[in-house]
């Protein structure tokens, strides 16, 4: 039996569980402090990438996660000017005030490896790519480069 009763927010419910728990996971916190994790550095993401990039990548994200991302987005003041690490560790470390200190170069290679893992590679390869130099060495070595295939990269992905 469906929890809510509509397919759609169980199925989001569930994959939005199941990445808190890896961010809780890999960062050693609560729940809650997982969810304002993903916030704060999906906003970071959200205001270094191009508009386009932005909308798609939106589109691969569960309906809640979809959600956080957007949450008080304002595109006309988009800021994709944040060409440094430095700038962009300081915007997540911004959306990580007022709770548990947590690292915001932890923060951000935890949420980076959920993408990685989640997303469809291409779209993570994209968004990757999108990144300076700097962020982009946060992000997880695509499995392409270490030789493997696109069936491998699939069966290495939690069944749960």
């Known amino acids: 039996?469906?929890?809510?009763?509509?397919?759609?927010f169980d199925r989001t419910l569930q994959t939005t569980n199941i990445w808190i728990d890896e961010i809780a996971d890999a960062l050693s916190v609560g729940r809650h402090?997982?969810?304002r994790v993903l916030g704060a550095v999906l906003h970071a993401l959200?205001?270094?990438?191009?508009?386009?990039?932005s909308a798609h990548l939106a589109a691969e994200?569960?309906?809640l996660v979809r959600g956080l991302y957007f949450?008080?987005?304002?595109p006309s003041e988009q800021n994709t000017k944040l060409r440094s690490l430095a700038e962009f560790l300081l915007h997540v470390s911004d959306g990580l005030t007022d709770r548990k200190p947590i690292g915001s170069i932890d923060a951000t290679c935890a949420?980076?490896?959920v993408l990685d893992r989640h997303l469809d590679p291409g779209q993570a390869m994209k968004v990757?790519?999108?990144l300076p130099e700097e962020v982009r060495n946060l992000w997880p070595e695509p499995l392409d480069a270490m030789g493997?295939?696109?069936l491998s990269r699939d069966d290495l992905r939690s069944p749960f």
Do not use: K
Request: net charge neutral; aromatic share 8%; glycine share 6%.
């Open 71 to 74: 949450d008080q987005w304002r």
């Open 61 to 63: 994200l569960p309906l």
């Open 1 to 8: 039996m469906s929890s809510t009763g509509l397919e759609v």
């Open 46 to 53: 959200r205001d270094r990438l191009q508009l386009g990039l």
């Open 33 to 35: 402090d997982a969810w």
């Open 148 to 150: 493997l295939d696109r």
């Open 128 to 130: 990757r790519n999108a």
């Open 111 to 113: 949420v980076f490896a």
